[in-house]
């Protein structure tokens, strides 16, 4: 094992902000940024000589990061004292698109907190056996659309486990998993990001145990053409997605800027994804949302491929606890169904659907066993000439689907 050897550093640092605070001239100031400076290079020179099995263990501080960090090597964890004792500050970023670029497999980071990005957080690419563990993720300023585009962003990755952790203001996706397999997303926080949770094109998801709350959408699940695999399977489960209701402040062109603001459950594209036994409640446009390629909002710029399925089908909706949502849709064309289909006062059901199907397909749209939430199909395939309401064609059920399960060593290497 390597630890990283900055107590020095960590004294100079404190050394200087003290005497800065005293209102000691500008030498302080460049004892800072020079031990700052140190600081990286040490860290990113451990990261460039680590061995497979090594732990880079961070100390508690706060260290101002001007330079993209990463690691190439397979079996590496990084392990901080906290995610609000360790903390890696790039406010001052000078190069590099992420913060920390991660090409490896058998990674563990965990118990720091990574602020101020200029890009993506946290990136990690085309690996297998990820671990994400109390990691807090954030751009301290709040929501904005110059934040980076996502927090906590594993893609193309293979058995991943994100848990614990929290994910504060990116300009797309607080978490996002893209283009992944077997993947577990647990107990983590998102808030005041575009999208909070975000499934893209990933076979085989469980999220669970998360709260999602004040983003534009909750938790999304998302198939996009021209990416490397179709996604499909996922189970959204004992969460709590409440008042997603934050202004979309993303980037044009993309995606997430078409989410309407007031999206709790969003599904989009994909297939086979049950929502159960959720605590969803008081999203302001719906509390739940399943459409096509073809109502998405983002067509214009993601043109569709020949072999993309657009459809939505094997959704299964059961046994959640919905409460308010619906009163204020965040577009226009759902702002005139509301008034005309349930008056100024009353509001969206808690399932909002766009009634577009597959004809060639034998396979459920969307089955629905809730209760007495109600759903409104607004038949946007045919310009939206006969609206309903009628949960009569809903009162199916599809196989349910069966858990995620990762190796064994990812889910007991917690030694923190």
Known sequence: MHPLKIHSVLAVTATALLLSACGQDAQEAVQTTEAAKNFRKDLQAKLIKAKPGDVVELPEGTYSIDRSLSLNVDGVTIRGAGMDKTILSFKGQLAGAEGLLVNASDFTVEDLAIEDTKGDAVKINQGKNIVIRRVRVEWTNGPDNANGAYGLYPVQTENTLIEDSVAIGASDAGIYVGQSRNVIVRNNRAEYNVAGIEIENTIGAD??????????????????????????????????????????????????????????????????????????????????????????????????????????????????????????????????????????????????????????????????????????????????????????????????????????????????
């Open 207 to 416: 999220v669970y145990g998360n709260v999602a709350t004040n983003n534009t959408g909750g938790v999304l699940v998302f198939n996009m053409p021209y990416l490397t695999q179709p996604g499909h399977t996922t189970r959204i489960y004992e969460n709590q997605i409440i008042a997603n209701n934050y202004e979309n402040f993303g980037t044009e062109g993309t995606a997430v800027a078409a989410v309407p603001a007031g999206s709790g459950v969003l599904i989009n594209s994909n297939d086979n994804v049950e929502i159960f036994n959720n605590d969803i409640k008081d999203n302001k446009t719906a509390n739940v949302i399943v459409s096509s390629y073809y109502t998405a909002g983002y067509e214009s710029d993601y043109k569709l491929a020949d072999d993309f399925d657009p459809y939505p089908e094997g959704i299964y909706v059961y046994g959640n606890r919905f409460e308010g949502g619906g009163e204020s849709p965040d577009r226009m064309e759902l702002k005139a169904l509301k008034i005309a289909e349930f008056g100024f006062s009353g509001s969206l059901p808690d399932v909002l659907w766009d009634g577009i199907v597959n004809p060639e397909s034998k396979t459920p749209a969307l089955c629905i066993d809730n209760g007495d939430s109600g759903v409104v199909n607004v038949d946007a395939g045919n310009n939206f000439s006969n609206i309903s309401t009628d949960i009569t064609p809903h009162r199916c059920s599809v196989p349910k689907l069966a858990a995620i399960s990762l190796p064994e060593s990812l889910l007991t290497k917690d030694e923190g």
